[in-house]
């Protein structure tokens, strides 16, 4: 919205900030931390008194969160859905039709963690409603923003996987693209909910992520950063630095709430929100595979699940003591402020991997 007071610049050149995106991604970053700090606490006594016992504790999970967590509750993601989109809406330049698809995803998604949540809370159990369903219909909102996504990129390599490392290199996909970034998106949206079991640990990777592919996302939006760097160039994109922005100020303001010992829980609606926001960028600026790299620290977390199931399945033995595995580690004996700030350390390592493939190659 502000945006539009740039082409007042002409007239009054006090106004030319506003047509910066380094600008606009700044006061991004500010709205949505400070919105959060205004209104998170009776957002927080609000979602308190609704729930009265607050998120259920698993009894399987490690003795402690039984005593420190319970009562806690959930459903934190709502400060960081009204702090980003109010930001997102108020900096950005509504003409893009990138930030509209990147809004779809992530409201989509936190409108389907919240339903999530709501049943969790109401039955007070951890079976909310039906995991087909759940991804059936993220899947559909994912294929739909690829759909669109495509529709807007350079012909080029509208519908090609773009590899990290090598100059030009991408894989043609044809219609199979959407597919492709339909599972980009749902597996970012699932697998930042199941990182999402400890004070802080989800947030802070998150924000490094969302760091990350604010400066991707201007690189390649512009033509003279993409030739120089032998990147894809993808137009339009580099205004997806402002709703990365957005989400850094808002996981900023979440994450003083959340900080151990955390008076609100994030929930599928904040982490299913911004794992697919995060995966609608990466698919935006042709960085899918770089997002695995950055965002290394989720697809661990993922895998982790699926070798657990996959193994008691086939052999009826457990890979370990408990999935996620952040909780493995908790059960060997870690402290929770040991396990998140290691994890932390973990998410900036690979993203100093990650933003080294946009010189490498």
Known sequence: MLYFLGQLGDSLAAFNVFRY???????????ALFFVFLF???????LRIRQGRGQPIREDGPQSHLLTKKGTPTMGGLMILAGS????????????????VVLFVTVSFGAIGFYDDFLKVKRMSHAGFSGKQRLAIEAVVAIVAGYFLASMM??????SVMFPFLKGAGLPLS???YIFAAFVIVAAGNSVNLTDGLDGLAIVPVMVAAACFGLIAYLVGSVNYADYL????????AELAVVCGALIGAG?????????????????????ALGGALGTIAVATKHEIVLAIIGGLFVLEAVSVIVQVASFKLTGKRVFKMAPIHHHFEMMGWTESQVVIRFWIISFVLALIGLSSLKLR
């Open 85 to 100: 989109v109010s930001s997102i809406l108020l900096w950005s330049n509504l003409s893009n039709g990138y930030v509209w």
């Open 230 to 237: 032998l990147l894809n160039n993808v137009p339009g994109t």
């Open 40 to 46: 998170g606490p009776n957002m927080i006594a609000s």
């Open 21 to 31: 995106i380094t600008f606009r991604t700044a006061g991004a970053v500010v709205t």
């Open 175 to 177: 219609y199979a693209f």
């Open 252 to 272: 900023l303001g979440f994450l003083w709430f959340n900080a151990p010992p955390a008076q609100i829980f994030m929930g599928d609606t904040g982490s299913l």
């Open 154 to 159: 350079p012909p080029e390599i509208s519908n």
